[in-house]
T-cell receptor, first 114, second 111 residues
């Protein structure tokens, strides 16, 4: 089984709808991240969490919110989806200590907002 | 100037060739550096960390040049399976935490 899973894998929705993307991990990592990837822009950090009680905004948090329900679960919400949120979304995890920035990614969620 | 810059390529090389990619970064206080590999429409996967003294993993060699603010990835004896996009990652952990990905360099190894 994959260490980092994301659901759904694909989603098509309409402008204005609320969407939740979920991420679960079995790696026992404390740190979790949400990124989006757009052609020509690379991966950009949306939110990150270094433990269950810690939530931090990333580079492009506007229009997004997150919830860290447990060490293993980190969900991303789009409160009112808009077409420019169409992208490939990745969840990632990392441990602590000297390897705290070595990230392990989920398979991604392809989101289309019409 | 972008915080992390990579030549997007594509680099088309024959099997067996040696190829090198560079990645420049703008924050001189950056602390950790990585190379990731991403296959088309798949998730990025950690290829190797980049240490100050340089490091090697099989056919792959990574180096860091702090004075000129770039990291490099050298691939020797290219295989068809090396075809992918290689992402450079730079992190900063000071008063705030920041991780920045480059847009990636696409490599196509040709038979």
């Amino acid at each position: 089984d994959a260490d980092v899973t994301q659901t759904p894998r694909n989603r098509i929705t309409k402008t204005g709808k609320r969407i939740m993307l979920e991420c679960s991990q079995t790696k026992g990592h404390d740190r979790m991240y949400w990124y989006r990837q757009d052609p020509g822009l690379g991966l950009r950090l949306i939110y990150y969490s270094f433990d269950v009680k810690d939530i931090n905004k990333g580079e492009i948090s506007d229009g997004y919110s997150v919830s860290r329900q447990a060490q293993a679960k980190f969900s991303l919400s789009l409160e009112s989806a808009i077409p420019n949120q169409t992208a490939l979304y990745f969840c990632a995890t990392s441990g602590t200590g000297a390897r705290r920035w070595e990230q392990y990614f989920g398979p991604g969620t392809r989101l289309t907002v019409l | 100037r972008k915080e992390v810059e990579q030549d997007p390529g594509p680099f088309n090389v024959p099997e067996g060739a040696t190829v090198a990619f560079n990645c420049t970064y703008s924050n001189s206080a950056s602390q950790s550096f990585f190379w990731y590999r991403q296959d088309c429409r798949k998730e990025p996967k950690l290829l190797m960390s980049v240490y100050s003294s340089g490091n090697e993993d099989g056919r792959f060699t990574a180096q860091l040049n702090r004075a000129s603010q770039y990291i490099s990835l050298l691939i020797r004896d290219s295989k068809l399976s090396d075809s992918a996009t290689y992402l450079c990652v730079v992190t900063y952990s000071g008063g705030y935490q920041k991780v920045t990905f480059g847009i990636g360099t696409k490599l196509q190894v040709i038979p």
